[in-house]
Each structure stands twice: as C-alpha cells, then as structure tokens.
C-alpha cells in the first residue's frame, strides 16, 4: 500500500456539501473582495486566536508586510529571525527595506534560540520576530522577557501553528503582533490564498486595515499611500466554515504525530517541545544521521516524504547580498540537510497511519 506524502482533495470532499452553497452565497451577493463574509470572518477569527482584533489579508507574505509596515520598520532597522524557515518570514523585513537578521535555532526543538537572538541584538534591531515552525511553539517565555527588557516587540510568524497552546493559551496572542497564512496546505487553508494579522493594539490594526485597502477608511478618500491588499469575499466564507473543525483536525494531527512517535525507529529524531507547549504539527518533521538511505526505505515502501525546508534562509540565493556563509549557522544547516517530512494530514486513513506506523518503527 501506497501512503501519499499530503493529499488536499480529502479534505475537499468532505466539505465540499458544506462550502459550495456558501460560494455560491458569496456569488450572488457578489461580495467578491472583503465585505459582510471576511468580516465576519475577522470577528470570528479574533475570537478563536484570543486577540481583540484580527485582520484578514490576500496572504501570510503580505501579513507580515503590513505588519512591520504598521511597525514604522523601514531602512536602517534589522528584525531579527531564525534561519531555520520558510523564506517568507524573511520576506517582509525586506520589503520594507529593514534587514532581516538571521540567527541559528535550538537543536532540539528547531525553533529561534533565544540567547543566538539575545547576542545579535544591535542599536538597530526593532523587533524579533519568532516562528512556531512546524506548528510547535517556540521559547515565547523568553523571547518576551528578552524583547521587554530591551524594549522592542516580540512578533509572531504564527503561519503554521493556528490553534498551538503556550502555558493553556493559543499562540499568536503573545506578540505585539502576530501573522498567519491561510496558504491552502497549512492547518487551516482557505480555497486560494489569504492571511491574517493579529494584534490586541487598536492603532496598528486600523492602520492594516487601511494599508491593505487602498490607504482610506471612506472609499475614494486616501489618507495613505496604501495597496490592495484585501481577503477575497470567498475566502472569509470557507474559512469561517473550516473554523468550526479546525480544532478537530489539529487533535487529529497530535494523535497521527504520537502514533509515530511512540513506534519509530530510534534512528529518527522528532522536533521536541517547549516546557508548556502543545504543537499543532502542521509538517511532521523527523531527521535522521543517513537521510539517503532513509529515503531509499520510504521510497521502497512506498511512504510519501517531502523536504522543509532544504535551504536554510540565509543561504539562499536571494540573501547573498548578506555575506552569511555555510558554517555559520550549524543547527539550521543540519536541519536543512537532514529533514525529512512524513505523511501527515487529518484525513488519512486508519491503515494509511498504521502502514506509517509500521515502515517507521521497522527502520
Ligand atoms: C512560516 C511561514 N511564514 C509565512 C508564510 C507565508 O504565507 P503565504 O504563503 O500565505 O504568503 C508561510 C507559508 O507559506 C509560512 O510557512
């Protein structure tokens, strides 16, 4: 039996009763671009994620722009971030002309190291900004003590960790503000592209809320120079549905990831936990010493794999302009070259997990 790496359409079909007569709700209200659904999305939204407000965007990319925009982080300034990510948490800092400054991740839970970041603070840094890759949490207890003492806000990529405990509350609450991805293969995804900003800060999220549309508040009246910005109509009504199970799914990934866990291979190493932390696993990532052989072994049993990710952010072509090298960052570096990702998504089936379950633990 095959066990593909990922597969959306599962999870399609099963809402699909749900969602089509919602589209076509949106259709014929033809509330296209933001409007009545994404608001009522955004209230909802808010609620789940404990914030007192949370704006919807067209993607988690454009969040974290917004958001640092909202920051008044611009040239001169560094964010700094860890190395270990997708590349677009770095992509906002640049955006604004500010610097993303990358420092190494915890060899255990693969998430930023908190003294690495403690140490590359300079007179120019404005804000650190954590992930909880993967879906776990990252060290929030000591990034905020750190960015309160030296008086600079803690932000949070919280794209792949909607729904995650930190001490019995959900991330995405602690930092001054908080951005996620509705990226259709990340925990909670939409039929297309959106994203969201989280704050509990009244002025920055009215000042998103007009960035992201054309600068103005009164349509034709642009009080700043603004972009377009907004979540599509469609997308607020899909994921106002999907927010009604998004809790069930994540239960769901926990119990795949501690079935793996409790029968696998002592050649395979999981992301640990922070004390307090309860992940989501949006990406089940374990590494092991000779990835070549184990990929010949998933490949023979026919398990499903990807990479995530294979080029850590500051050796990637696009940051050369940096002169960060190879060596400089050797956890994130390790990651990079022996990660691999097993199947994981809430519709798998019973024998999917178990032949999982068996190819791991036979390893
Ligand atoms: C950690 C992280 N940050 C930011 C993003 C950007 O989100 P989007 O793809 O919606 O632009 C993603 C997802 O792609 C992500 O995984």
Redesign the pocket.
């Known amino acids: 039996m095959n066990v593909p790496f990922f597969d959306l359409k599962r999870q399609y079909n099963q809402l699909k009763g749900e969602a089509l007569p919602l589209i076509e709700k949106v259709l014929e209200n033809t509330a296209f671009s933001g409007g009545p659904f994404v608001q009522e999305f955004e209230e909802n939204l808010a609620k789940y994620n404990q914030t007192k407000f949370a704006a919807a965007v067209n ?6 722009h917004l958001g640092l925009m909202a920051l008044n982080i611009g040239p001169g300034d560094e964010v700094i971030i860890p190395a270990n ?2 590349i ?2 770095a ?1 906002g800092v640049s955006y604004v002309g500010a610097t993303p400054v990358f420092v190494d991740v915890d060899p255990h839970t693969w998430n930023i190291d908190v003294a690495a970041a403690e140490k590359a603070i300079t007179p120019n840094t404005k804000a650190i900004m954590g ?3 993967y879906g776990q949490p990252c060290n929030i207890a000591g990034l905020v003590e750190l960015c309160e003492r030296e008086n600079i806000p803690f932000l949070e ?1 919280n ?2 960790a909607i729904g995650a405990t930190y001490n019995g509350k959900v991330v995405g609450q602690f930092g001054s503000m908080s ?5 259709p ?2 925990n909670l995804g939409s039929f297309g ?3 969201a900003v989280f704050t509990n800060n009244q002025e920055y999220h009215n000042h998103i809320q007009m960035l992201k549309n054309h600068g103005c508040n009164v349509r034709y009246h642009h009080e700043i120079i603004g972009y377009n910005m907004r979540m599509e109509g469609i997308q607020g009504a899909v994921l106002n549905l999907k927010l009604n199970y998004i809790d069930g799914w994540n239960n769901k990934r926990r119990e795949i990831v501690n079935r793996y866990q409790s029968v696998a291979s002592n050649k395979l190493v999981f992301q640990a936990a922070e004390p307090n932390a309860v992940a989501v696993h ?1 990406l089940c990532v374990v590494t092991t010493e000779n990835k070549d052989e184990f990929l010949k072994y998933l490949d023979e049993n026919g398990v499903g794999y990807a990479f995530h990710y294979p080029i850590p952010c500051h050796l990637q072509k696009a940051y050369a302009p940096l002169n960060y090298k190879l060596g400089d960052f050797p956890h994130s570096e390790y990651l990079a070259s022996h990660c691999i990702s097993l199947p994981l998504f809430p519709e798998m089936t019973d024998e999917e997990i178990s032949r999982v379950c068996e190819v791991i633990a036979k390893y």
């Open positions: 993607n988690g990319t454009n969040a974290i990510t997708f677009a948490s992509w992930v909880h890759l990529d794209a792949q951005f996620t991805s509705f990226y293969g990340k592209e959106a994203g949006h």
